[in-house]
């Protein structure tokens, strides 16, 4: 499988973007899918991610800014972030597992500036 996520950039405080994922595979047999990020020198956070029945889940951070959602027929994966602060600022990760991650994809920069 192959997920290729894109959509990063720079942006204002405030500001909004739309992060995609296309993966090579129906992304509706997945188990789950979704997006982690990763700021310098920080561990590797989960912010979103969403089951194949549809069911959503939200890191503490994001909760009420980022919304998750997905494309089945386009096999694409999507994060609409907004309101972004400078601390969201990372390399974001589309991934997809069970239980737990079991691939990650190519991360793409986010950077939000002040």
């Known amino acids: 499988v192959q997920l290729q996520a894109s959509g990063g950039g720079l942006v204002q405080a405030g500001g909004s973007l739309r992060l995609s994922c296309w993966a090579s595979e129906s992304i509706s047999r997945f188990y789950s899918t979704g997006w982690y990020r990763q700021a310098r020198g920080r561990q590797r956070e989960l912010i979103a991610r969403?089951?194949?029945?549809?069911?959503?889940d939200y890191g503490d951070s994001v909760k009420g800014r980022f919304t998750i959602s997905r494309d089945n027929a386009k096999n694409t994966l999507y994060l609409q972030m907004n309101s972004l602060k400078p601390e969201d600022t990372a390399v974001y990760y589309c991934?997809?597992?069970?239980?737990?991650?079991?691939?990650w994809g190519k991360g793409t920069q986010v950077t939000v500036s002040s």
């Open positions: 991934v997809k597992g069970r239980n737990q991650v079991d691939y």
């Open positions: 969403i089951t194949r029945g549809g069911s959503t």
